[in-house]
C-alpha cells in the first residue's frame, strides 16, 4: 500500500508541475515521474517487507528482555535494568562457558580412570590366568616324557605314568622316539582320557598320524603345543617339556618336514 501512494505521488507532482512550464520542459517534467513510476513497477516490494519483518522481530524479541529487566530491577531506571539484565546475561554466558570446560575436563579424568582401571584389571586377569596355570598345570609339568617325576635337581623317580610309557617311548642319540603301533596310540588314548593336561601323548599321536598322511595330526599337535606352552612356564617343569615345545613350534612350522618315530 505505501508503495502504491509513493508511487500516484509521483506521478499526479510530475503532472504538475508539468502542466506549468512551457511545451519542452513540460514533456521532460512528465518523462521523469514516468520513467520513475515504471521503474517502482519493477521494484520488487518483497526487500521493503522483508525489511519491516525484520524490524519487527528485532521489536518483539526486544520486548521481552526490556519486560524480564524491568521486573528484575524494578528501582532501575529502564535503560540502566535493560544494561544491568545484559550483563547479567553476558555473565551467566561466561559461567556456563566455565561449567562446560569443567565438564570436559572431568570427562577426560573419567576416561583416564577407565583406562587406568582397564589396565589393572587386565594386569589382574593375567595374574590370575598364571596363578590358574600353576594350580592345574604344576603336576604334570613335573612329569617327563616317559611318565617319570623329575625334581629340580633333574633327578628322577617313578611316576604315575612311568610303568605305561617306558614301554612305548625312549630316547635315541639325544632325541625322544615313539612308537605309532595301534597298541601305543591305545595307551596315548588312555592316558589323554585320564590326565588331558599332560602334553606329551597328544604330540606323540599327532606324529604318528602325520607320518600316516592323516589330516587330523594337526589337531591333536596344536592341542599337544597349547598344553607345553603352560606347562614350560611352570617353574621347575621337566626339561622334556621344553624338547617337546620346541619340536612342535617347528614342525606346526613346516608341516611339510617328515618326522620319523617308531
Known amino acids: 500500500?505505501?508503495?502504491?501512494?509513493?508511487?500516484?505521488?509521483?506521478?499526479?507532482?510530475?503532472?504538475?508541475?508539468?502542466?506549468?512550464?512551457?511545451k519542452k520542459r513540460r514533456q521532460l517534467y512528465l518523462a521523469i515521474p514516468v520513467l520513475i513510476t515504471i521503474a517502482f513497477l519493477f521494484v520488487d516490494g518483497s526487500d521493503i517487507k522483508k525489511l519491516g519483518n525484520t524490524v519487527k522481530?528485532?521489536?518483539?524479541?526486544?520486548?521481552?528482555?526490556?519486560?524480564?529487566?524491568?521486573?528484575?530491577?524494578?528501582?532501575l531506571p529502564k535503560e540502566k535494568a535493560i544494561r544491568k539484565y545484559l550483563e547479567d546475561l553476558n555473565k551467566i554466558g561466561d559461567e556456563n562457558k566455565q561449567l562446560r570446560e569443567d565438564h570436559a575436563k572431568n570427562l577426560q579424568k573419567i576416561e583416564s580412570l577407565e583406562?587406568?582401571?582397564s589396565k589393572n584389571k587386565r594386569q589382574l586377569t593375567e595374574q590370575q590366568a598364571k596363578l590358574d596355570i600353576i594350580q592345574e598345570f604344576t603336576e604334570v609339568a613335573s612329569w617327563n616324557h616317559i611318565g617319570e617325576t623329575e625334581s629340580g635337581g633333574g633327578v628322577s623317580f617313578s611316576g604315575p605314568l612311568s610303568g605305561l610309557?617306558?614301554?612305548?617311548?625312549?630316547?635315541?642319540?639325544?632325541?625322544?622316539?615313539?612308537?605309532?603301533?595301534?597298541?601305543?596310540?591305545?595307551?596315548?588314548q588312555r592316558i589323554?582320557?585320564?590326565?588331558?593336561?599332560?602334553?606329551?601323548?597328544?604330540?606323540?599321536?599327532?606324529?604318528?598320524?602325520?607320518?600316516?598322511?592323516d589330516p587330523s595330526w594337526k589337531s591333536y599337535a596344536t592341542k599337544g603345543l597349547e598344553l607345553f606352552m603352560k606347562t614350560t612356564t611352570i617353574p621347575k617343569h621337566s626339561l622334556s617339556h621344553d624338547s617337546g615345545l620346541k619340536s612342535l613350534k617347528e614342525t606346526l612350522q613346516e608341516s611339510g618336514r617328515p618326522l620319523s618315530g617308531n
Open 1 to 22: 500500500m505505501v508503495t502504491l501512494i509513493l508511487k500516484i505521488a509521483v506521478v499526479v507532482a510530475g503532472w504538475l508541475i508539468g502542466f506549468k512550464a512551457d
Open 57 to 75: 522481530s528485532l521489536l518483539a524479541s526486544y520486548k521481552p528482555i526490556e519486560k524480564t529487566a524491568l521486573e528484575r530491577y524494578p528501582d
Open 115 to 117: 583406562k587406568e582401571g
Open 165 to 188: 610309557l617306558n614301554k612305548r617311548v625312549t630316547e635315541r642319540n639325544g632325541r625322544i622316539v615313539w612308537q605309532c603301533n595301534p597298541e601305543a596310540l591305545k595307551d596315548y
Open 192 to 213: 589323554i582320557k585320564q590326565y588331558p593336561r599332560y602334553p606329551f601323548p597328544y604330540w606323540y599321536i599327532g606324529m604318528c598320524l602325520k607320518e600316516a598322511r
